[in-house]
């Protein structure tokens, strides 16, 4: 069996990606080295799921590297990433958001951010839900944050191998989206992006409206 190196892999998944899908490269445990390789072939966009690696990697490596994180997160972590993150994929609560507001005013930024929406089966996910989202936009404390920009909205599949099952799941999260544009950011060109779609399931993410793919293991190899 022929195994193909890691800049073969990019670039035989960026031939699968219409212009208007953005790859996040996840390089979560993988090595500086390994991340300068893809860099080096024109991969600028990053994506990590612990503070601690990705406050580690930072330093070390490019500085025109687009960070996005798109793990959990904790409150008391923010303040560690929020001097360099682009993109934050995971906002499932207003206190989490609050937060991210606060440590941006330190660095006189606005973070992006992306509403992360509760659609799999597992309960072991995280996400918010409509109402949820909802509740949260229309919140007072919501319209006093200003260093914080909502983005879009980001999901999870369920992990199986039932194609239509992940379909409806990402179908679902093209609706939210779509309900949440035309309800509360119908005049903000910002709101535009939809991340869904991993290694195994990017092709029918983009199918169902995708705009940022989160691969790793398509890219680096299995772990």
């Known amino acids: ?9 990019l670039g035989q998944i960026k031939k699968n990606l219409p212009p208007n899908v953005k790859l996040v490269a996840v390089s979560k445990t993988k090595t500086t080295k390994q991340i300068l390789e893809l860099y080096n072939q024109g991969q600028v966009v990053f994506g990590e799921n612990k503070v601690q690696e990705i406050s580690e990697k930072q330093p070390l ?16 972590k ?3 990433i929020a001097s360099f993150i682009h993109l934050i994929h995971s906002i499932d609560s207003l206190k989490l958001l ?8 330190k660095f006189n930024r606005v973070i992006n951010c992306l509403l992360q929406f509760h659609i799999a089966e597992e309960e072991s996910k995280f996400g918010l839900d409509y109402e949820e989202a909802c509740e949260l936009l229309t ?3 919501f319209h006093q944050l200003n260093n914080v920009k909502i983005c879009g909205v980001m999901g999870l599949a369920t992990f199986t191998t039932n194609q239509s099952q992940v379909k409806n799941e ?16 119908f005049d903000k060109e910002d709101f535009r992006e939809i991340s869904m779609g991993m290694s195994d399931d990017y092709l029918l993410a983009i199918e ?8 790793g293991s398509a890219l680096f190899g299995a772990r």
């Open 1 to 9: 069996m022929l195994v193909m190196g890691v800049s073969e892999n």
């Open 61 to 76: 490596l490019p500085q025109d590297i687009e960070w996005h994180f798109i793990g959990h997160l904790q409150t008391n």
């Open 78 to 80: 923010i303040k560690y």
């Open 98 to 105: 609050i937060e991210v507001n606060k440590q941006a005013v």
């Open 139 to 141: 919140s007072a404390a």
């Open 170 to 185: 990402f179908q679902n999260l093209k609706s939210i989206f779509d309900q949440l544009k035309k309800n509360y950011f």
């Open 208 to 215: 169902s409206g995708s705009t940022i793919v989160r691969i």
